[in-house]
């Protein structure tokens, strides 16, 4: 089991930025990938970026990409999400989430969910 533990999530205007951190805890040797996922109220799930947790590879979602940076650090098991110039269309819930297995940028493959932490874009 991995437990994941998101943190940094606010109230913010149009062009500011936040940072979201997720603390990764438990059987932390075992995950393939560490993603972000976001949903907003009325809508589906999506995904937002996605980082190898060996290596570096990363992904990201075109409304996203030259704004938002996902990052690592393995020595202290975190996965952080700096999010810059916010637009209120950014506001949604924001869940970590970790893969056992495969790098994916699907909901469906991730094994371990955080209980998400709530990013607002004011205009």
């Known amino acids: 089991q991995v437990q994941l533990v998101e943190s940094g999530g606010g109230l913010v205007q149009a062009g500011d930025s936040l940072r979201l951190s997720c603390a990764a805890s438990g059987r932390t040797f075992s995950t393939y990938t560490m993603g972000w996922f976001r949903q907003a109220p009325g809508k589906e799930r999506e995904f937002v970026a996605a980082i190898s947790w060996v290596g570096s590879s990363t992904s990201y979602t075109d409304s996203v990409k030259g704004r938002f940076t996902i990052s690592k650090d393995n020595a202290k098991n975190t996965v952080l999400l700096q999010m810059n110039s916010l637009k209120p269309e950014d506001t949604a819930v924001y869940y970590c989430?970790?893969?056992?297995?495969?790098?994916?940028?699907?909901?469906?493959?991730?094994?371990?969910w955080g209980q998400g932490t709530q990013v607002t874009v004011s205009s």
């Open positions: 989430t970790a893969s056992r297995l495969i790098y994916s940028l699907r909901a469906v493959d991730y094994d371990y």
